[in-house]
């Protein structure tokens, strides 16, 4: 009965409360005052969460984080393991929040507001680089997935959680006709990217890759992609 509730909670957030804020409002408003808080609550979700313990422990050595948003991901970082992380966002907004979570844990953190597809990181310099629900929203995946081998040193490793396109034709249709409009209330997230083929097509070699629809999330946002890739 829960799970209902939520979905129906969610479906009505998404598809009309949302929607009447962002169409209403000016953008900036949106973007700078209720996108933030939505994107934090969103991405910390059990589900979600679940996912990311799943890969950030793996991460070693200097860490780049592409997309680090609210910083749900510092949590799971094993400090025993990570010498340094500098966290890539655009949105100052999320960066505040970000920052106020990385003083509780004993992480060395800097954070730098910038685009992903375009980064002051120098070349073969990081042993990791963390993607978690950020190729999803990056206006030019394709360069950054780009930046991330020239970054990554010989045997660094790339590993991600995203979510992204279904094979089942039924999601994926709902997952094409709705991104029309779904990025623009969703801080440009496409639901409709094919990871596993962004980061082969990349020239990317996947080491591991594996898929699930996550529980308790609509099909057509929850099919989540999850691995890791070298160079």
């Known amino acids: 009965m829960k799970k209902y509730i939520y979905l129906l909670i969610s479906n009505i957030s998404l598809f009309i409360v949302l929607p009447l804020i962002r169409f209403t409002k000016p953008k900036s408003f949106y973007e700078k005052k209720i996108l933030p808080y939505v994107l934090n609550f969103t991405c ?5 969460d679940y996912q990311r313990k799943k890969v ?3 991460a070693s050595g200097r860490v780049l984080e592409i997309g680090i948003g609210p910083g749900s991901n510092l949590k799971h970082y094993d400090s025993q393991k990570v010498t340094s992380i500098l966290g890539i966002d655009p949105s100052e907004e999320l960066n505040q929040i970000a920052q106020k979570r990385a003083e509780k844990y004993n992480l060395n953190v800097e954070f730098l507001i910038e685009s992903a597809s375009s980064l002051s990181v120098e070349s073969n310099s990081v042993d990791t680089v963390v993607s978690t629900y950020a190729l999803c929203s990056i206006p030019d995946p394709h360069k950054t997935l780009q930046e991330i081998k020239r ?15 279904s094979p089942n034709k039924r999601v994926s249709f709902i997952q094409n006709s709705t991104d029309f409009f779904y990025p623009k209330i969703a801080g440009g997230c496409h639901t409709n990217r094919n990871i596993e083929q962004l980061i082969s097509d990349n020239g990317f070699n996947l080491l591991e890759i594996n898929n699930i629809y996550l529980p308790g999330t609509q099909k057509f946002l929850g099919y989540n992609y999850w691995g890791k890739a070298t160079v």
């Open 44 to 48: 910390n979700s059990r589900p979600i």
């Open 56 to 58: 950030i422990p793996e």
């Open 151 to 165: 970054v990554l040193k010989d045997g660094g490793v790339f590993i991600f959680s995203e979510h992204g396109l």
